[in-house]
């Protein structure tokens, strides 16, 4: 882009390796000013995710696939889904720029790379999860992040129904943005359980996916050599 800088690949490369995959805190409570109808349990709504409502939607799933959603064994699954729901779609309500507010003045402008961030997310067409890893490349602009915040950041924006190229873009938009960034570069690699244990029954496919930004998309060089880091001299 104009007025940016690039740095040849003789630039030295700062490289952090991390198995980074806790995942943010659980979504808080929500309140409103009008009463329902109908009292509901506390545990009915996290954030804005109606539990009470999941919990009756798979009990008629189960009904509908012809199971007794009261035998021992289903009885209390509908309550269990709706708590997985309300874990793994928290990301719906929660704002990721939090994860980057915090930055550091450092005379620093080469590149910063955090790999192996372990992430989970959902496919929007069929609900089921995809699991994989994520590599996170920036180029400062005069300030710096927390690097876990990096991995916080992939971990709000993985907890939601998506699509794995959907999820490449925002990483890669957000940090840019936030960061002021010179250049991003966002890799993912995942496996999707929609084509592992459904369709096609690929178990041994892989999905990689990646946005580059600024610095990263302009310059071939600087691009070639971050995937020879991440990927190494093989691929």
């Known amino acids: 882009m104009p007025g940016w800088s690039v740095r040849c690949p ?7 390796r991390t198995p ?6 659980n979504a808080t409570l929500s309140t409103s000013n009008n009463a329902p109808r109908h009292r509901r349990p506390p545990e009915s709504r996290t954030g804005s995710i109606d539990q009470e409502r999941i919990r009756a939607a798979v009990r008629e799933i189960l009904i509908a696939v012809g199971e007794d959603p ?14 997985m729901y309300a874990e ?3 990301g719906l309500h929660e704002d990721p720029r939090i994860h980057l507010r915090k930055r550091f003045t450092q005379k620093y402008d080469e590149v910063v790379l955090v790999r192996d961030i372990a992430f989970s997310s959902f496919c929007e067409h069929h609900l089921l999860p995809f699991i994989g890893k994520a590599h996170v490349a920036y180029l400062p602009n005069g300030k710096i992040a927390g690097l876990s915040k990096l991995a916080r950041v992939v971990d709000s924006l ?5 699509v794995q190229e959907q999820m490449a873009q925002q990483v890669a938009d957000l940090l840019m943005s936030e960061l002021d960034a010179r250049g991003v570069a966002v890799i993912l690699e995942a496996s999707h359980s929609c ?4 369709g096609v029954q690929k178990p041994d496919s892989m999905t990689t996916t990646s946005a580059m ?16 880091l991440i990927f190494g001299p093989q691929r």
Do not use: K
């Open 195 to 198: 084509m592992t244990v459904r």
């Open 20 to 25: 980074i995959d806790a995942p943010p805190g």
């Open 70 to 83: 009261d035998r021992e064994g289903l009885r209390e699954t509908p309550a269990r889904v709706a708590r």
């Open 88 to 90: 793994v779609f928290s």
């Open 213 to 228: 930004r600024g610095a990263f998309r302009d310059n071939a060089a600087t691009r070639t050599e971050l995937m020879a």
């Open 158 to 162: 993985a907890r939601r129904p998506q």
């Open 10 to 16: 003789s630039q030295r490369l700062r490289i952090i």
